[in-house]
């Protein structure tokens, strides 16, 4: 059975109505409208780039139709001439909402200890360069195409911010709706200062939270959490735009097994109050302070 068919078969979704009652004059408050996207069916894509094959993926077969994309190395201003000049086939913007950190999540608490941030904060130096910024990208189907292209409108949030914060803050919070899927390819020298496949800090913050998607998709040079099963007999090839044209493959989470870690609790990034420094150091790396 072909990736695509498997999705369509197994996970297809109607639209979302929120997403479907957008007009490009509502006064529906960005607050209103971030809490009704993620009580929506999520992708999270982090290291994402300008690569959309998840999106297509997931979107053609309306499987998903809303994403999560986070990058710390890719400037808003390269993404949105990206969009412009490249875009998604098919697609085109029908309304960009510029969002703010206290329309995202207003306080979120951290799952790695103050050691592990400081190995982060000493690799990731070099790279974190960018303004941070966040904006809510609603596209709509040309209307030359009809269902078999894929979805009517898909909703990604682009995120210019560290994606295993973005895991943590977003989907690994007591408040968080279970994720969907997850993308991991690890870029090697590409900027990364973790891994985001196995036993990397991103790993290391579902298990402290049991938070896990529900479907890995992995691409070949990337080894699958622990507790995940490759869906077998599936064909496919990459699409064009695949990054770097990795094969990728689909892993599904084994809801049998219980897969949360029970370290003593002093290892757990929960801090006391006698540690509220090192909290907020934590904190204040892995940020979201996207724009003022």
Same mark, same amino acid.
């Given at each position: 059975?072909?990736?695509?068919?498997?999705?369509?078969?197994?996970?297809?979704?109607?639209?979302?109505?929120?997403?479907?009652?957008?007009?490009?004059?509502?006064?529906?408050?960005?607050?209103?409208?971030?809490?009704?996207?993620?009580?929506?069916?999520?992708?999270?894509?982090?290291?994402?780039?300008?690569?959309?094959? @998840?999106?297509?993926?997931?979107?053609?077969?309306?499987?998903?139709?809303?994403?999560?994309?986070?990058?710390?190395?890719?400037?808003?201003?390269?993404?949105?001439?990206?969009?412009?000049?490249?875009?998604? =086939?098919?697609?085109?913007?029908?309304?960009?909402?510029?969002?703010?950190?206290?329309?995202?999540?207003?306080?979120?608490? @951290?799952?790695?200890?103050? /050691?592990?941030?400081?190995?982060?904060? =000493?690799?990731?130096?070099?790279?974190?360069?960018?303004?941070?910024?966040?904006?809510?990208?609603?596209?709509?189907?040309?209307?030359?195409?009809?269902?078999?292209?894929?979805?009517?409108?898909?909703?990604?949030?682009?995120?210019?911010?560290?994606?295993?914060?973005?895991?943590?803050?977003?989907?690994?919070?007591?408040?968080?709706? @279970?994720?969907?899927?997850?993308?991991?390819? /690890?870029?090697?020298?590409?900027?990364?200062?973790?891994?985001?496949?196995?036993?990397?800090?991103? =790993?290391?913050?579902?298990?402290?939270?049991?938070?896990?998607?529900?479907?890995?998709?992995?691409?070949?040079?990337?080894?699958?959490?622990?507790?995940?099963?490759?869906?077998?007999?599936?064909?496919?090839?990459?699409?064009?735009?695949?990054?770097?044209?990795?094969?990728?493959?689909?892993?599904?989470?084994?809801? /049998?097994?219980?897969?949360?870690?029970?370290?003593?609790?002093?290892?757990?990034?929960?801090?006391?109050?006698?540690?509220?420094?090192?909290?907020?150091?934590?904190?204040?790396?892995?940020?979201?302070?996207?724009?003022?």
């Amino acid at each position: 059975m072909e990736l695509a068919n498997f999705l369509e078969h197994h996970e297809k979704e109607s639209m979302p109505e929120w997403l479907e009652a957008i007009e490009l004059d509502d006064e529906v408050s960005n607050a209103v409208r971030v809490q009704n996207f993620f009580s929506s069916k999520l992708v999270f894509y982090p290291g994402s780039g300008s690569d959309g094959q @998840p999106v297509q993926l997931f979107g053609s077969n309306h499987a998903c139709h809303c994403f999560v994309y986070a990058d710390y190395g890719l400037s808003q201003e390269r993404l949105e001439t990206e969009i412009t000049n490249h875009g998604f =086939e098919g697609y085109s913007t029908f309304k960009r909402i510029h969002l703010k950190k206290c329309e995202i999540l207003s306080h979120w608490q @951290p799952h790695l200890e103050a /050691d592990e941030f400081k190995k982060a904060q =000493e690799k990731s130096k070099d790279w974190v360069d960018i303004s941070l910024y966040a904006f809510l990208e609603i596209l709509q189907r040309d209307t030359s195409l009809d269902d078999t292209h894929g979805a009517k409108r898909l909703a990604i949030l682009f995120l210019g911010a560290d994606g295993i914060a973005c895991y943590d803050a977003l989907f690994c919070q007591q408040h968080s709706m @279970p994720l969907f899927g997850l993308v991991l390819q /690890d870029h090697g020298l590409g900027g990364n200062y973790d891994r985001f496949g196995k036993d990397g800090l991103m =790993e290391r913050v579902a298990r402290r939270t049991n938070r896990f998607p529900q479907y890995l998709l992995v691409a070949n040079n990337t080894h699958a959490w622990q507790g995940y099963m490759k869906v077998p007999d599936l064909n496919f090839s990459v699409p064009i735009g695949a990054m770097h044209h990795h094969n990728r493959y689909l892993f599904k989470h084994l809801n /049998d097994v219980d897969l949360k870690s029970s370290p003593k609790k002093s290892t757990y990034a929960y801090f006391t109050e006698t540690e509220q420094s090192s909290r907020s150091d934590v904190e204040g790396f892995f940020t979201l302070d996207l724009q003022a």
